[in-house]
């Protein structure tokens, strides 16, 4: 969520044109967090596949060996 809200802001400083603002920069900047926004999203969900396939099996994590 964090990764969308900064997105945003720097969105709308590029959108409007802030003359504050150098648009090169803005655009770099929103350019890179998109980038982050993705790769976390991405981390997540690898993340979240691999922990259900190792528990509901499939994984060699979830089996367990009793035999000594």
Do not use: H
Not at 28 to 33: E, G, I, L, P, Q
């Amino acid at each position: 969520i964090f990764w969308i809200a900064v997105l945003g802001i720097f969105a709308r400083f590029y959108i409007d044109d802030y003359p504050s603002c150098s648009g090169k920069q803005v655009k770099s900047a929103a350019f890179v967090d998109l980038t982050n926004m993705i790769l976390w999203f991405v981390t997540g969900l690898c993340g979240a596949a691999i922990s259900l396939r190792t528990r509901y099996g499939g994984g060699e994590i979830a089996e367990r060996n009793d035999d000594g």
